[in-house]
C-alpha cells in the first residue's frame, strides 16, 4: 500500500509552527515505513526528499493551501492513500476496499466557523451552474486527513468538480474569501458529490482526533496544545 503526503512550504504561519508541523510530517513517514509501506511525497520542499521513497518536487503557484493534493488524484493508475502529516501511526494501514471513497472521519461543531458563510456566497453566485452536484445544503463535512477512492469514476468527477470549483472561485475572488474556500472544495464539495451522487464511503475514526488503533490525527490545534512530542514517540 502507497501512502502519500503533500507540503506546501509556502502556507504554514510562524517559524514555531512550520517546524513542529515538519516534524510532524517526519514521524508520520518513517512510521509508514517502519510498518511496511511505500512513501511519496509531493511538494516545494526538498527538505524531506531523503526521507520519503520517492519525491516529486513541485513548484507551482497555488490558489487553496492544500491544492497540491490534487496532483496524485489525476493519476489513476494505482491505488494510493493520501494522508496529511499530523497523522500518526499505530500499525499498518489497511484500505477498506468494499466502499467508494474512505475518509478519516467527521467534522464537527464546524459549519459555521469554516463553510456557512462562504457556501451560501458561493450558492448565491450560481455556482450549481458549473457544478450539478452542487446544493449548498448543510452537510456533516468529511475529514479527510486519510482520503482514498476505490472508485475511479468518482476519482474522475471529484477531480473534475475540483478544477471548476476553482475556475469559478478565481473568477469571483473579489466577492469571497478564497482561504475559506479551500476547506470548501477540499472537503465540503467532495461530501457533497457523494451525499447527491450516492456513493459509498467509510470513515476510521468516529471522532476527530481519537486514536482510533491504527492512527491517531493530531489536527489543528490539537499539535500546538497537546503533550505530544513526534520526536521522541
Not at 506546501?8 to 510562524?14: A, D, H, R, S
Not at 449548498?136 to 477531480?159: M, P
Amino acid at each position: 500500500m502507497k501512502l502519500v503526503w503533500t507540503y506546501n512550504k509556502n502556507v504554514f504561519g510562524t517559524t514555531s509552527n512550520i517546524k513542529n508541523l515538519k516534524n510532524y510530517y517526519k514521524r508520520s513517514i518513517r512510521d509508514a515505513k517502519g510498518f511496511g509501506h511505500t512513501t511519496e511525497m509531493y511538494s516545494n520542499d526538498k527538505e524531506f526528499k531523503e526521507l520519503v521513497d520517492v519525491f516529486h518536487f513541485v513548484d507551482k503557484e497555488t490558489l487553496f493551501w492544500d491544492e497540491y493534493k490534487m496532483l496524485p488524484l489525476k493519476r489513476e493508475d494505482e491505488e494510493i492513500v493520501l494522508v496529511d502529516g499530523d497523522i500518526i501511526w499505530h500499525q499498518s494501514f489497511r484500505l477498506n476496499k468494499a466502499v467508494d471513497l474512505v475518509i478519516d472521519t467527521y467534522e464537527v461543531d464546524t459549519w459555521k466557523s469554516l463553510y456557512k458563510e462562504e457556501v451560501e456566497k458561493l450558492t448565491a453566485l450560481g455556482i450549481e451552474k458549473v457544478i450539478p452536484e452542487w446544493d449548498g445544503k448543510r452537510r456533516q463535512v468529511y475529514n479527510t486527513g486519510v482520503l482514498s477512492f476505490n472508485n475511479k469514476d468518482l476519482q474522475r468527477l471529484y477531480v473534475d468538480r475540483y478544477e471548476r470549483f476553482k475556475q469559478f472561485v478565481l473568477n469571483h475572488r473579489d466577492a469571497i474569501n478564497t482561504d475559506r474556500c479551500t476547506w470548501i472544495g477540499a472537503q465540503y464539495l467532495l461530501t457533497s458529490i457523494v451525499d447527491v451522487k450516492g456513493y459509498s464511503h467509510y470513515a476510521y475514526s468516529k471522532k476527530i482526533g481519537e486514536n482510533n488503533g491504527i492512527y491517531t490525527h493530531y489536527l489543528g490545534t490539537m499539535k500546538e496544545k497537546g503533550s505530544y512530542n513526534p520526536l521522541t514517540y
